[in-house]
């Protein structure tokens, strides 16, 4: 973890941003697997993290808005604990680490809320996303579990999101680390692919490096030569000589800081004509949008750059046709680019999404689209000094979705279906990196890893 005072500023600075009232920081628990001793790889909430920085389940935090005082609520281990577990920190130690001097029994946390809320104070909370959670705070605050999540504070929310946005250096320093695994698991990647491969053996082995050198994959790896399906996560399908292989993959370090880097490589070592053209047009957007990064930019122009690379590029193909300009506006590039350009990325890999994305990635200026395409466009607002996210172009030939906006008749102005029908076997291509805004520009997070045709072509020699 960081150093105490890490903490303690990041408490003080949320006391001085929330009026007043209790914040509430509800630490994650163990997750049964298939029976309750059996539990899920334990993961912190990461905004506990990011406040109370303790790795350890069963733990409650609370931050006094009108005082700055803070509390930490869980339970000393006992002696069982100690046969089975090991020794433990008592939460007395445990508290002093990340600066907190008040530590009082779980058990006794319902009766002092219910005190603040006897005194007329606000409790605020942020949006659960586990049931055991939402559960749980139902209980302590009297509430019907169905009405947790409309109770949450949106002006915690909007604190933490602005708080957590904005990167701090030691926090660069992890996500770096990050980015240093992520490395190691895409040039494994690239190295192990070969025709006969079964995917799920490059998956297992990389998520292996994930796991040795942090605490795992920051999501389930997306390894496929299916890449028209955008979330895959079936690793069953043996690769062919032709097949192209998209490996979406990032871990996580043991502080639980993110990396989430897209490659797509040929099977065979060597990209044919048709795979290098829409290769080299998504690696385009990439690196176009990457460069024009900068404070003050709106993210959702980026997306629109790219749109508009991948619309002029599909159109020097026979596959788009048309104004440019108007083809973006209607939207008709979303068949190929159906998704948005990135997200926010840190403690967790879509960063803060559960504390819901539009308090993330759009603000007063700007609201989210309701076209099909833009309306997956996770981060739209302007780019600040300190933000880390992602950009993520691609390109998809997905069969089904070509079928029903044919049928439809939908965007033939803008579309060539004749040409496009010789490319529903293509697959889809994804080129991911991870970005931070400096003071006056971009910084391209963690050692470059091989991106251009001829750069992933030389580590597949190998
Ligand atoms: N890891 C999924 C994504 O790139 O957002
Ligand atoms: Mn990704
Ligand atoms: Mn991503």
């Known amino acids: 973890m960081f150093n105490k005072e890490t903490y303690q500023n990041r408490r003080e600075r949320l006391a001085a941003l929330v009026k007043d009232g209790l914040m509430l920081f509800p630490g994650n628990a163990w997750v049964p697997y298939n029976y309750p001793a059996n539990p899920f790889h334990f993961r912190q909430d990461s905004s506990f993290l990011y406040y109370f920085g303790l790795n350890q389940a069963g733990l409650f935090g609370v931050v006094d808005a009108d005082?700055?005082?803070?509390y930490l609520f869980g339970d000393d281990v006992d002696m069982d604990d100690i046969i089975w577990m090991g020794p433990q920190e008592s939460m007395r130690e445990r508290a002093a680490k990340v600066g907190v001097a008040n530590t009082s029994p779980l058990s006794s946390l319902q009766a002092f809320l219910q005190n603040?809320?006897?005194?007329?104070?606000?409790?605020?909370?942020?949006?659960?996303?586990?049931?055991?959670?939402?559960?749980?705070?139902?209980?302590?605050?009297?509430?019907?579990?169905n009405e947790v999540r409309a109770a949450a504070s949106v002006e915690l929310i909007k604190a933490v999101v602005a708080m957590r946005s904005i990167k701090e250096p030691q926090e660069i320093v992890e996500i770096e680390k990050a980015m240093d695994i992520a490395y190691e698991m895409h040039t494994t990647s690239m190295k192990m692919a070969k025709p006969g491969v079964v995917e799920q053996e490059i998956a297992g082995h990389i998520e292996g490096i994930a796991l040795k050198r942090g605490s795992g994959v920051s999501f389930p790896i997306i390894l496929s030569v299916h890449g028209e399906t955008l979330h895959n996560h079936g690793h069953a399908n043996v690769m062919k000589d032709g097949d192209l292989m998209i490996?979406?993959?990032?871990?996580?370090?043991?502080m639980n800081y993110c990396s989430d880097i897209t490659r797509t490589i040929p099977v065979n070592g060597k990209y044919s004509t048709r795979q290098r053209e829409i290769y080299e047009l998504v690696v385009d957007a990439n690196v176009a949008t990457i460069e024009a990064a900068a404070p003050g930019v709106r993210n959702i122009d980026l997306h629109l750059m790219a749109a508009r690379i991948i619309t002029i590029g599909l159109q020097d193909l026979g596959l788009m046709k048309g104004d440019v300009d108007e083809a973006v506006a209607a939207g008709a590039h979303a068949l190929f680019f159906p998704h948005g350009l990135g997200h926010m990325m840190g403690l967790d890999v879509h960063d803060m999404e559960g504390l819901g994305e539009d308090y993330v990635g759009y603000d007063d200026s700007i609201s989210r689209s309701t076209q099909f395409g833009l309306a997956f466009l996770r981060l739209a607002k302007a780019l600040q000094t300190g933000n880390v996210f992602t950009i993520e172009p691609g390109i998809y030939f997905i069969p089904e979705l070509i079928d029903q906006w044919k049928a439809e008749k939908k965007h033939t102005d803008f579309i060539n279906y004749d040409k496009v029908e010789t490319y529903k076997d293509f697959g889809g291509i994804r080129v991911e990196d991870d970005i931070l805004i400096t003071g006056d520009g971009f910084r391209v997070l963690g050692k470059p890893i091989p991106k251009t045709v001829a750069e992933i072509e030389a580590i597949m020699q190998r």
């Open 67 to 70: 005082t700055g005082e803070s």
């Open 247 to 254: 490996t979406d993959a990032g871990a996580e370090t043991n």
């Open 116 to 145: 603040a809320k006897g005194s007329g104070r606000k409790i605020h909370f942020l949006p659960p996303y586990r049931s055991q959670t939402t559960i749980h705070l139902a209980d302590l605050l009297g509430l019907h579990h």
